[in-house]
């Protein structure tokens, strides 16, 4: 892969520079969010004084060179190789994914999380992960699951179709007591490939569904997975997760299982929801994956052929969330107006990207409706409050 440009997969004669963390939202990434981060971190978990050190040296790194891992565990091996062409460089004048996904494993590793130690496979990100499961808002959205009986067929798929779409933007409740009646969020949806996907989600015996963040946006993945479960005895999914904590909230296998949890603790008709997901773990009809992937400064196209033979033998791969998104098309400055099948033609079979936009890169809008967000002086493309469902059919 050429490090100033990305070449479409389903069409090599599309190029686009790949995005840097130079100036822009990437910037305000590094320079803010990550701080900001970090502080979080030490406010959650009561880490001793040497690690506290680390985290807040790799708070004064970003402004620094890039420099190698502090730690030997797991990839470290891998990641030195990744790291070659960067370090030495400045934090902001790198793809600004590698950059993302070099933080966060540089952070796993000034907490301790790889070991040996007291602190080993100890989540920074725990608390916070663990007070927004325990809050009132997923309360409110386990309650609102009594609604879900009222809805059946294509009206109950639309909803929770929406509902994993829009995350803590539109919450669960709200989609299931008035289906179709949130207005805003459909004129934000700006690609809505609905009318495809869902023939695939019904027809499907073999679904992947590519994770993103826990809480709020996890609870309708898992809902999702039960609707396409329950009274198709041959139907499996595999819900595919972090393999270590990453991007503050991303999922992990715990935090399924922490979240079915809940559902099993809550009120009736979440409660018997959450017996079903068990029950179709416990069969193999329900399966949580992880791979080194994941956590890997790696796009989709470069992913390894264990993955890819997975990928092939699903009737359809959905996947979830900003960072997904960002690793199917490629973190570049494609036009927006590029078609979304030609950066896609690579995947071995139906995909599916459920994704609000949370950062720059875009491609398959149109061109008018690009003209009147571009006119519109929003931050539209980082501000969250945009969405897209696009598919592509192999």
């Given amino acids: 892969m050429d490090l100033e440009r990305l070449t479409a ?24 969010r990550h701080p900001e981060l970090l502080a979080r971190v030490l406010d959650g978990v009561p880490y001793p004084p040497e690690i506290r050190l680390a985290v807040n040296g790799l708070l004064h790194e970003i402004e620094g060179p890039i420099l190698p891992l502090s730690d030997t565990h797991g990839d470290a091996a891998l990641w030195a190789e ?23 494993r540089k ?117 999702l997975a039960d609707t396409l479960l329950v009274g198709r005895s041959g139907v499996t999914a595999w819900l595919h997760v972090k393999p270590s904590p990453y991007f503050t909230s991303d999922a992990m296998p715990i935090d399924v299982l922490k979240t079915v949890q809940r559902l099993v603790d809550g009120p009736p008709a979440a409660s018997e929801l959450g017996l079903r997901l068990r029950q179709f773990l416990s069969e193999g009809r329900l399966n949580i994956v992880t791979h080194p992937f994941y956590v890997a400064p790696l796009t989709y196209p470069q992913a390894p052929a264990d993955l890819v033979k997975h990928y092939a033998e699903a009737d359809l791969t959905v996947l979830k969330g900003d960072l997904n998104y960002r690793r199917l098309i490629g973190d570049a400055e494609w036009p927006a107006t590029t078609p979304f099948e030609a950066v896609t033609g690579y995947w071995p079979g139906h995909v ?22 571009d006119a519109s002086g929003e931050k539209w493309r980082t501000s969250g409050d945009y969405a897209v469902i696009q598919v592509r059919q192999a």
């Fill in 352 to 373: 599916a990207a459920l994704r609000t936009l949370k950062s720059d890169v875009l491609v398959g809008l149109d061109a008018s409706r690009l003209t009147e967000l």
């Fill in 107 to 223: 952070l796993l590793a000034a907490t301790g999380w790889f070991g040996p130690g007291p602190w080993q496979a100890v989540d920074p990100f725990g608390p916070q992960k663990d007070a927004e499961l325990a809050g009132d808002a997923v309360g409110a959205e386990l309650e609102a699951l009594a609604a879900l009986g009222e809805l059946a067929g294509e009206e109950r798929l639309d909803s929770l179709v929406l509902s994993a779409l829009w995350g803590n933007r539109a919450d669960l409740g709200f989609a299931l007591q008035r289906p179709g009646a949130d207005g805003r969020a459909r004129t934000a949806l700006l690609v809505d490939d609905r009318a495809a996907l869902f023939p695939l989600l019904t027809d499907a015996d073999r679904i992947v569904l590519i994770t993103d963040n826990v809480g709020r946006e996890l609870l309708p993945d898992l809902v």
């Fill in 82 to 104: 990744w790291a070659a062409p960067y370090l030495g460089r400045s934090w902001y004048e790198v793809p600004f994914l590698w950059a993302e996904n070099y933080f966060y």
């Fill in 9 to 32: 997969p389903g069409d090599p004669s599309l190029t686009a520079p790949v995005i840097t963390s130079t100036d822009g939202f990437p910037r305000s990434v590094l320079r803010d």
